[in-house]
DNA sequence: CTGAAAGCGCTAACAT
DNA sequence: ATGTTAGCGCTTTCAG
């Protein structure tokens, strides 16, 4: 059994307030009473019971976390920049992943839901399907964030870059290096970050004067293993593309070791850019647009603290900035 | 204000009690009565308070898991495969980064015991400092799992992989590939998994008649960005090594990076095995020792629910299997 | 400054 | 089968 502040007061001769004023450092309490209290209480081993406490304070500091994974670096980085804001003011978090299933996800949400979390951080599945779901946490004023992937239609607070800017200029840089033949593997259609990204192919490959031949446009999810369908694909076009510009890393990563498995030159015959720069694409040289996670963490965090604190529903979107950063897979020396 | 089982009674003009077994599915309540109960709470919105249930219960399902890190592969895989286990079961996990210092692993520990956890799963910082705190946990009976990195000293629950024997076939390994100056960058001195593995080295090299060279040794620690300390040294040698054995991949991979830097060709000048088998280094084609992350996760979750279940410390080591995954790194065609 | 007492929402005897 | 009641450990009025 644990030691209770009934125990400490027993020990002591005083009242549970007493030891209570003591314990929350209380200043109507006398300075020797509270140091007697607190020396007992070490003494015995005390450790104050969160649930008492929280069942009388309405608040459990409990932040919930959906991300779609936690295996590659991406997701980690945005958790690490929500935790750095997060545990230092005491907010324990909990990181759940769906999977990439929008079925695991509403399983995720609810869980969270029923251990009463002071608000919650998603990243929604390529699925994208539980709009329902999270309108209704909306409606019931749950404190609530999305971060890089969202529900555009949805009045939330939002973390994002601007897809559509920074897909433009990865595009634009592969025309400026020569390439005009440009393919998009694109990601799940109902994903917000597709959208964006598939839009700034197009508007750039338009601005440059190079007609969009929507052949040259594949879904093909967000994941590695699936890179090499789509490869495969555009490979068997009459016209074959001479860059491919990819929805992500992963994806860019498939397409590159496919690649050089049929022994396809990159960059010489095939130019390669990715989207979120991964430390994996770093290694292998992939030209990437490099997203700033922590920040996306943190700034996802704040907003999130700001709902909690005013206990108000924030529908601003945060556009944070990006950066395009070009290594040798998309070099072409000569063409 | 939320609506409690109390609303609910007197909305129906009942008691507390039979909603309260209503909800808890009790057998001694009419099906009609239980029904009526749970439509209304539908209509209600009613949602039970965990807090003020688990005060009565005395637990609350929570698990704490603390990791040196998790932004590359190997710890994400190994919560994973913790969540495999302990979400069905209405289990959540608790997952604390100690960013791989000893005093944030202290400050991770001591808030998963005020939130009262119901067990823990750790592997400490490469520090391994706090062994003083763990060994209290123990003494305390709160049932923990160290995983991979361990406390070889403690009376604790393990799970580990045989790193003498793993790091002995990779070195061995690179002996039959021809090598013969095989170099060995260590991992920090008090890491269980470093000790396991800087013997296996010595036992192969001995084993197959090559003398132990202790200035081919260097104790660098685990992180990428070591790695090219400990390979200036090793260049700086009278007699250079021709092959290395590298403490972790992150650190092959520092290696691998600043070989190509400096034209070192891989595996013709220097033969390259890394340990834990990261997404990077296969797409280098970096040789390395593959651990069952998932299924470390799985077996600690299982041996701290054996724990919790039976109100006992366990204090089994088990050992996982492993594999050496040869890829080019260490293929040397000719020498 | 300290104590008595009520109550947070729920469960589990104990009654009926 | 249902109701009554006493807590779980803590905080917080309200008195003194």
């Known amino acids: 059994m644990n030691v209770t502040i009934k125990d400490i007061a027993k020990a002591l001769g005083i009242s549970i307030a007493t030891v209570s004023r003591a314990m929350s450092n209380s200043p109507e309490i006398k300075t020797e009473t509270r140091e007697r209290v607190l020396e007992m209480a070490r003494k015995m081993n005390y450790k104050p019971n969160i649930w008492a406490r929280n069942l009388q304070n309405r608040q459990n500091n ?10 590659t670096f991406f997701f980690p980085e945005i958790i690490m920049g929500i935790q750095e804001v997060l545990n230092p003011l005491g907010y324990q978090v909990l990181i759940c992943s769906s999977c990439e299933s929008s079925e ?12 009463m979390v002071d608000g919650m951080i998603v990243s929604v599945s390529h ?13 019931e004023h749950i404190p609530l964030v999305f971060v890089n992937r969202v529900f555009e239609d949805l009045p939330s607070a939002r973390i994002v870059i601007d897809d559509h800017k920074w897909a433009y200029k990865a ?29 700034g192919y197009i508007d750039a490959l338009t601005d440059y004067g190079i007609p ?48 050089k498995e049929r022994g396809i030159r990159v960059p010489d015959d095939m130019g390669l850019v990715g989207f979120s720069d991964s430390p994996t694409g770093k290694v292998l040289g992939l030209s990437s647009v490099e997203q700033p996670t922590f920040e ?3 700034k996802a965090a704040e907003m999130l603290l700001w709902q909690i604190q005013h206990k108000e529903i924030n529908t601003e979107t945060l ?14 020396q000569h063409h």
Do not use: W
Request: glycine content about 6%.
């Open 62 to 71: 409990l932040i919930g976390v959906v991300v779609p994974e936690f295996i």
């Open 171 to 199: 595009v634009e840089h592969l025309i400026k290096a020569g390439y005009r033949k440009i393919a998009h593997l694109a990601g799940n259609e109902h994903l917000s970050v597709t959208k964006g990204r598939i839009q």
């Open 212 to 259: 969009y031949d929507p052949r040259l446009l594949m879904h093909v999810g967000v994941q590695q293993q699936v890179a090499k369908v789509g490869l495969r694909y555009l490979l068997s076009l009459k016209v074959k593309p001479d860059a491919i510009f990819a929805v992500n890393d992963p994806v860019a990563i498939g397409v590159y070791l496919e690649l």
């Open 104 to 115: 695991t996800e509403r399983k995720n949400v609810c869980m969270l839901e029923k251990n």
């Open 296 to 298: 996306m963490g943190r």
């Open 319 to 332: 556009v944070l900035d990006a950066k395009l950063n070009i290594r040798k897979s998309s070099m072409r």
């Open 127 to 139: 699925e994208s399907k539980n709009r329902d779901l999270f309108e209704r946490l909306l409606n």
